[in-house]
C-alpha cells in the first residue's frame, strides 16, 4: 500500500552559533488510516521532522510528500491536507472555543453556514458544547488540547500530526486525549503524533518509529519491537561498587534464564525471561557484590530504546 506520508533522506541541520543536525537523514513511511509514532527523547528531532512534514521548517535536503504533495514545492496545497496540533498550546486567547473553530473554517474556505455547521458538530463530537464561549485561559490544559485537535481537524484534513500531545496532561487528560485520537481513526483520519512517553506509544500507535540524535533506529509495530527484544523481564541491579565488576556479569550470564547482562552507571541490567526462581538466585549471586537494590520491569518500548541505545529514554 502506498504510503500517505512518504518521507525521504530528511535532513535538516541548523546552522548558528552551534550547528545542530537535528535530522542525520530519516526515511518512514505512514500508511493510510494509520496511528503512527515517533518515539524519542528530548533533542532527537521530533519536534523539527513534524515541523518540516507541516511546512513550519524548510529541509536542509531530502523530501516530504503528503499524499503525493510535495510540502516543500506546494506548501498551500500540502496544508488542506494536513491538521496540526503543535506542541505548545496555540489557541487564540483572544477568541472564544468557538471561534476559535469557526475562524479556522473560514479561513479554509467554508461558507458560513457550513463553518457553522461544521464547529457545532465538532462541539459536540469533543464534547466541549457546554464550553463554546468560554476562553482558552479558562481551559484546563485537557480541555485546551481537546479544542485544538477539533480546531486542527475542521476542515477534514487527510493526516494529522500531533507534536507531544500529552505532554503537560494529567493522567486522566491523557486516556480522554487517547480516546479522541482513537475516534479520528474511525472517521479515516491518519495521524502521526510524537511522544517521549514509551506507553503513549505502545498503547496508542499501530507502528511506531523511534527516534534518537536525528536517526531512526527502527520502525514497527510495538508487538514486534517488544519481541527483538528476546527478553520478558528486566531488573536492574543497584551495587554499591560502581565498578560493575566483571565477575558478576559473567556469573549472572550463566543463570538459567538469562539472556543478556549489560553494565549500567550504577549496577547491572538483566535481560531474562519468565524462568521459576530467577529473582532469588539473582539475588543470591548479586549480594557478594553489595546488591543495594532491585526493580524488575516488563519488557516494554522503554526496553527497546535501552537495547538499541545503551541509555534510558528519560537519562
Ligand atoms: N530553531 C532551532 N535552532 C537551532 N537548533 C535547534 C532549533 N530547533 C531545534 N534545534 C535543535 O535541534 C535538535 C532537535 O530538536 P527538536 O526540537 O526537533 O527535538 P525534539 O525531539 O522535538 O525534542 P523535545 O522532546 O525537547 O521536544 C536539538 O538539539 C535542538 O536543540
Ligand atoms: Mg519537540
Same mark, same amino acid.
Given at each position: 500500500?502506498?504510503?500517505?506520508?512518504?518521507? %525521504?533522506?530528511?535532513?535538516? !541541520?541548523?546552522?548558528?552559533?552551534?550547528? !545542530?543536525?537535528?535530522?542525520?537523514?530519516?526515511?518512514?513511511?505512514?500508511?493510510?488510516?494509520?496511528?503512527?509514532?515517533?518515539?524519542? +527523547? $528530548?533533542?532527537?528531532?521530533?519536534?523539527?521532522?513534524?515541523?518540516?512534514?507541516? *511546512?513550519?521548517?524548510?529541509?536542509?535536503?531530502?523530501?516530504?510528500?503528503?499524499?503525493?504533495?510535495?510540502?516543500? %514545492?506546494?506548501?498551500?496545497?500540502?496544508?488542506?491536507?494536513?491538521?496540526?496540533?503543535?506542541?505548545?498550546?496555540?489557541?487564540?486567547?483572544?477568541?472564544?472555543?468557538?471561534?476559535? =473553530?469557526? &475562524?479556522?473554517?473560514?479561513?479554509? #474556505? &467554508?461558507?458560513? *453556514?457550513?463553518?457553522?455547521?461544521? *464547529? $457545532?458538530?465538532?462541539?459536540?463530537?469533543?464534547?466541549? *458544547?457546554?464550553?463554546?464561549?468560554?476562553?482558552?485561559?479558562?481551559?484546563?490544559?485537557?480541555?485546551?488540547?481537546?479544542?485544538?485537535?477539533?480546531?486542527?481537524?475542521?476542515?477534514?484534513?487527510?493526516?494529522?500530526?500531533?507534536?507531544?500531545?500529552?505532554?503537560?496532561?494529567?493522567?486522566?487528560?491523557?486516556?480522554?486525549?487517547?480516546?479522541?485520537?482513537?475516534?479520528?481513526?474511525?472517521? #479515516?483520519?491518519?495521524?502521526?503524533?510524537?511522544?517521549?512517553?514509551?506507553?503513549?506509544?505502545?498503547?496508542?500507535?499501530?507502528?511506531?518509529?523511534? =527516534?534518537?540524535?536525528?536517526?531512526?533506529?527502527? %520502525?514497527?509495530?510495538?508487538?514486534?519491537?517488544?519481541?527483538?527484544?528476546?527478553?520478558?523481564? !528486566?531488573?536492574?541491579?543497584?551495587?554499591?561498587?560502581?565498578?560493575?565488576?566483571?565477575?558478576?556479569?559473567?556469573?549472572?550470564?550463566?543463570?538459567?534464564?538469562?539472556?543478556?547482562?549489560? +553494565?549500567?552507571?550504577?549496577?547491572?541490567?538483566? &535481560?531474562?525471561?519468565?524462568?521459576?526462581?530467577?529473582?532469588?538466585? =539473582?539475588?543470591?549471586?548479586? $549480594?557478594?557484590?553489595? /546488591?543495594?537494590?532491585?526493580?524488575?520491569?516488563?519488557?516494554?518500548?522503554?526496553?527497546? &530504546?535501552?537495547?538499541?541505545?545503551?541509555?534510558? /529514554?528519560?537519562?
Amino acid at each position: 500500500m502506498a504510503s500517505i506520508v512518504q518521507v %525521504e533522506g530528511l535532513r535538516k !541541520v541548523y546552522e548558528g552559533k552551534q550547528r !545542530v543536525v537535528a535530522l542525520d537523514g530519516i526515511a518512514l513511511g505512514v500508511r493510510e488510516g494509520e496511528l503512527y509514532g515517533l518515539l524519542g +527523547p $528530548n533533542g532527537a528531532g521530533k519536534t523539527t521532522a513534524i515541523s518540516i512534514c507541516t *511546512t513550519r521548517v524548510l529541509p536542509t535536503s531530502g523530501a516530504v510528500r503528503i499524499a503525493g504533495i510535495d510540502v516543500v %514545492e506546494s506548501p498551500a496545497l500540502a496544508r488542506r491536507l494536513m491538521g496540526i496540533v503543535p506542541q505548545y498550546n496555540t489557541l487564540d486567547r483572544a477568541c472564544t472555543i468557538y471561534e476559535n =473553530i469557526h &475562524f479556522h473554517c473560514l479561513y479554509f #474556505g &467554508f461558507s458560513r *453556514t457550513d463553518a457553522k455547521q461544521r *464547529t $457545532n458538530q465538532l462541539l459536540e463530537q469533543f464534547h466541549l *458544547t457546554e464550553r463554546a464561549d468560554s476562553y482558552p485561559s479558562q481551559l484546563s490544559g485537557g480541555l485546551a488540547q481537546r479544542v485544538q485537535i477539533a480546531r486542527a481537524i475542521a476542515h477534514r484534513p487527510k493526516v494529522l500530526f500531533l507534536d507531544e500531545p500529552s505532554a503537560g496532561l494529567d493522567p486522566q487528560s491523557r486516556i480522554a486525549m487517547w480516546d479522541a485520537v482513537r475516534g479520528l481513526r474511525e472517521e #479515516g483520519i491518519t495521524v502521526v503524533l510524537t511522544t517521549h512517553y514509551m506507553e503513549e506509544a505502545d498503547e496508542l500507535c499501530d507502528r511506531v518509529a523511534i =527516534i534518537d540524535h536525528g536517526k531512526i533506529l527502527v %520502525e514497527d509495530t510495538p508487538a514486534t519491537l517488544k519481541g527483538s527484544v528476546g527478553a520478558q523481564k !528486566v531488573y536492574c541491579l543497584d551495587l554499591s561498587d560502581r565498578d560493575s565488576p566483571a565477575a558478576l556479569v559473567g556469573q549472572l550470564k550463566l543463570v538459567h534464564g538469562v539472556r543478556g547482562v549489560e +553494565p549500567t552507571s550504577g549496577g547491572i541490567r538483566v &535481560f531474562a525471561d519468565n524462568a521459576d526462581g530467577l529473582l532469588p538466585e =539473582i539475588v543470591r549471586v548479586s $549480594n557478594p557484590y553489595g /546488591l543495594r537494590d532491585l526493580t524488575m520491569t516488563e519488557t516494554s518500548l522503554e526496553t527497546v &530504546f535501552i537495547r538499541l541505545t545503551g541509555r534510558d /529514554l528519560r537519562e
